[in-house]
C-alpha cells in the first residue's frame, strides 16, 4: 500500500496574535505519551517551546492535554491572543463544544 501524501501549509498569525502549534501522540493507542507546543509571533519568530510527558494515556488525551499544557504557558508568558494549531479534528471540537474530559479538566 502506498502512503498518501499530504500537502501541509503554515500560515503567520496576524500581528496581535500568538500562533501555538500543538500535537501530542502516545505509542500505541493506549501507550507512552508525550506533548510538544511551539510558540511563534506574526514574523514567525519562535518565542518557546515546551515538552512533557504524559506517562500512559491515549493518542485523544495526549491532543487535548497538549492544547491545556500550551494555554496555561501561553498565560503565564502574558499572551492573551492565542491561535491554537493543531491536526487533531476531534480535540478542536471538544473544546469548541466545551466538553472536554473530566479529568483533564481538573
Excluded at 24 to 47: C, M
Aim: proline letters at 3%; glycine letters at 12%.
Amino acid at each position: 500500500m502506498v502512503p498518501k501524501m499530504l500537502e501541509w501549509y503554515w500560515y503567520l498569525p496576524p500581528r496581535c496574535i500568538m500562533k501555538m502549534n500543538v500535537d501530542g501522540v502516545a505509542r500505541g493507542n493506549l501507550g507512552i505519551a508525550g506533548w510538544g507546543v511551539v510558540f511563534r509571533d506574526h514574523d514567525g519568530t519562535i518565542k518557546g517551546t515546551y515538552i512533557g510527558g504524559l506517562g500512559v494515556a491515549t493518542n485523544y488525551e495526549a491532543k487535548c492535554t497538549t492544547i491545556i499544557e500550551g494555554l496555561n504557558m501561553a498565560i503565564q508568558q502574558g499572551w492573551q491572543h492565542i491561535w491554537v494549531d493543531t491536526n487533531s479534528v476531534a480535540a478542536t471540537k471538544v473544546f469548541q463544544a466545551d466538553k472536554a474530559l473530566w479529568k483533564l479538566r481538573a
